[in-house]
């Protein structure tokens, strides 16, 4: 427990400042799901849509310091190859 009204503070900010990064955490968990799914089964469209919903929570998380750069960063660059490998292996619909 806090000793200090500083401390009692910080642990205050720190509670909210954890609530709001498991939130966010969480939406890109279920972003980056849906586009590995969508990969394996949907349309080319909907596998790129879903990969650019995917980077821009990515980015918005980095910006907001929930995760690190490097980490999403890392996570754009392999969703971006599994998406660009099953978009050329797919046959076109002719």
Do not use: C, F, Y
């Amino acid at each position: 427990m806090a000793n200090t009204k500083s401390a009692e503070k910080r642990a205050r900010q720190n509670a909210k400042a954890r609530l709001r990064n498991k939130i966010v955490k969480t939406r890109v968990k279920t972003l980056v799901k849906e586009t590995r799914l969508a990969a394996g089964h949907d349309t080319p469209e909907k596998t790129r849509d879903a990969l650019k919903k995917a980077t821009r929570a990515l980015d918005k998380a980095k910006s907001r310091g929930a995760i690190h750069r490097k980490t999403a960063a890392r996570k754009i660059s392999r969703l971006a190859r599994l998406v660009a490998k099953t978009q050329t292996q797919s046959p076109s619909p002719a």
